[in-house]
């Protein structure tokens, strides 16, 4: 059962123009959503993460609007670059069981995003 | 500062050997974790500790064994590699899960 979704794997867009990346989850005891930027043969990176007490946060050309009552998150990047080509995966936590138990982070399958010059 | 340091780079085993995937992070953080990643699938957690003494099973924990004696080392055991365990494998690392993690370059691992 995947827990994260995310429906779209690829997306192509000009440069300059906004980048959507969506994202959907299932389980409501997920609290801290977060996303990553994966170039080929590298590890995924940090990009910018969300905590559920919020529904945006911003970090320069990238924001992450939170829904929760729809169980979906967004990534938006504007303006677009060609340096922005890569895969991304969105990503959610939470810390299961009476006693924080289970600690995990569940990723989504990915998405390929490709910025044309 | 090295952040999280993976090695080998590569690997190829044969069906049935044994190896252990290194992990090294130098941040001092307590939690850790492995992941596969494999074409469609995204990344996998297979184990994860939240610190020394501490692990735990992930999604997809058959045929891996992890340890956590130090902060510093969270390293991943194959038992008897089979070819469905051919994949790439990530360790990460945070000061908790509501922190964000860091990730060493990936151990590409090809099982004959």
């Known amino acids: 059962d995947q827990q994260v979704k995310q429906n779209s794997p690829s997306l192509s867009v000009q440069e300059g123009r906004i980048s959507i990346l969506n994202c959907d989850y299932t389980?409501?005891?997920?609290?801290?959503f977060l996303w990553y930027k994966k170039y080929p043969a590298e590890g995924p990176t940090f990009l910018i993460s969300i905590s559920s007490i919020k529904d945006k946060n911003e970090d320069g050309r990238f924001t992450v609007f939170l829904n929760k009552s729809a169980k979906h998150l967004s990534l938006h990047i504007v303006p677009s670059q060609p340096g922005d080509s890569a895969v991304y995966f969105c990503?959610?936590?939470?810390?299961?069981?009476?006693?924080?138990?289970?600690?995990?982070?569940?990723f989504g399958k990915g998405m390929k995003l490709t910025v044309n010059p | 500062n090295a952040g999280v340091t993976q090695t080998p780079k590569f690997q190829v085993l044969k069906t049935g050997q044994s190896m252990t995937l290194q992990c090294a992070q130098d941040m001092n953080h307590e939690y850790m974790s492995w992941y596969r990643q494999d074409p469609g699938m995204g990344l996998r957690l297979i184990h994860y500790?939240?610190?020394?003494?501490?692990?735990d099973q992930g999604e997809v924990p058959n045929g891996y064994n992890v340890s956590r004696s130090t902060t510093e080392d969270f390293p991943l055991r194959l038992l008897s590699a089979a070819p469905s365990q051919t994949s790439v494998y990530f360790c990460a690392s945070s000061y908790s899960i509501y922190q964000p993690q860091h990730f060493g370059d990936g151990t590409r691992l090809s099982i004959l």
């Open positions: 500790s939240v610190g020394a003494g501490i692990t």
């Open positions: 990503a959610a936590s939470a810390v299961w069981g009476t006693q924080g138990g289970s600690e995990k982070l569940v």
């Open positions: 389980n409501s005891m997920f609290d801290y």
